[in-house]
């Protein structure tokens, strides 16, 4: 039975040949696009760190992998992320506001700001769709 580092080790393998064969060469660019630090990731890829399921939940959609997919290789349930298609690029998941409706939805109480993240991403995946005339493959399907 694996124990849990080498699935720790694992996991952090896996991320970073996502990362890679996403396009994102460096380390600092899947991190901005996620919204986590550099060293951060930099311990989740060699498999020295343990994140709160929301960062792997970041990095999952920016890597364009089902939710729970980090998860699953924790428990030894998988041994790879499932094939998928890059979908949106990373800079839709950058945490930063670029217009007044962003800022808006900021401003509303009540709300994690992780909820609010979730909200703005999902305009900028929609406002993307457009600009692509429908044709984006969903990040979800594989």
Do not use: C
Request: proline share 4%; glycine share 10%; aromatic share 4%.
């Amino acid at each position: 039975m694996e124990t849990r580092e080498a699935r720790l080790k694992r996991l952090g393998a896996l991320i970073k040949r996502a990362r890679r064969e996403h396009g994102l060469r460096r380390v600092d660019d899947l991190a901005d696009a996620a919204g986590i630090g550099r060293t951060t990731l930099v311990a989740i890829e060699t498999g020295r760190k343990v994140v709160t399921p929301a960062m792997y939940n970041a990095l999952e959609l920016t890597l364009s992998l089902p939710i729970g997919t980090m998860d699953s290789v924790l428990r030894g349930d998988i041994d790879a992320f499932p094939t998928t298609t890059p979908g949106y690029p990373p800079e839709v998941y950058v945490k930063e506001t670029r217009d007044e409706r962003e800022q808006d939805i900021m401003a509303v109480k009540g709300m994690s700001n992780e909820g609010k993240w979730q909200v703005i991403f999902g305009l900028r995946e929609q406002a993307y769709d457009k600009t692509r005339g429908g044709q984006n493959d969903r990040r979800h399907s594989g």
